[in-house]
């Protein structure tokens, strides 16, 4: 079976931060965790009328924590970023535990979106997927067989709303 979450910032309030209790409801699945300080925008919004908002000076992440039973999920969202991070992280994970990962998404300091499988979410990526600062993209992805040696992350990365993917990663962990 394979969970499918869904979070579009439409239930946020303009520069209100993201907390746990307020990315629900009219957004989706809420987050199960918030690093940093990320809040809700009305400025410039990807899809709809409200987005979430990054510094690009500080570790932040919205984070999707799972149960035992998963062994797969499936996911997407829509990012911009008007300069590439001062500092490589996580862009999502999808952690089983806090220390096993389903699959992560990771962009370095020069726009390169890389995509982790299995525990730990050790494993890289291969291609990756090299991104233009300043430009709207929606990424989708899946990871199954959490657990097992042929655990995959499959990424797939969008310009906006186009339905032919400009990159494909995959990761097995």
């Known amino acids: 079976m394979t969970e499918t979450f869904q979070n579009n910032a439409e239930g946020g309030t303009n520069t209100t931060p993201v907390t746990t209790g307020n990315s629900g409801g009219a957004s989706g699945d809420a987050w199960t965790a918030v690093s940093g300080a990320p809040t809700f925008t009305t400025v410039s919004p990807l899809d709809g009328s409200v987005s979430y ?82 430009t709207r993209y929606r990424f989708e992805g899946q990871c199954t067989g959490w657990g097992t040696a042929s655990s995959t992350h499959a990424l ?13 990663v995959s990761a097995t962990g």
């Open 53 to 134: 908002l990054f510094s690009a000076t500080a570790t932040q992440f919205l984070n999707w924590d799972g149960v035992a039973a998963w062994a797969d999920f499936a996911y997407y969202g829509y990012f911009d970023f008007p300069s590439n991070p001062v500092t490589s992280g996580h862009m999502l994970l999808g952690w089983r535990s806090l220390s096993a990962a389903l699959g992560n998404v990771f962009i370095t300091t020069s726009g390169e979106l890389t995509a982790n499988a299995g525990t730990g979410g050790s494993s890289t990526s291969s291609p990756t997927a090299s991104l233009t600062a300043a």
């Open 156 to 168: 797939q990365v969008y310009l906006g709303a186009a339905t032919t993917p400009i990159s494909s």
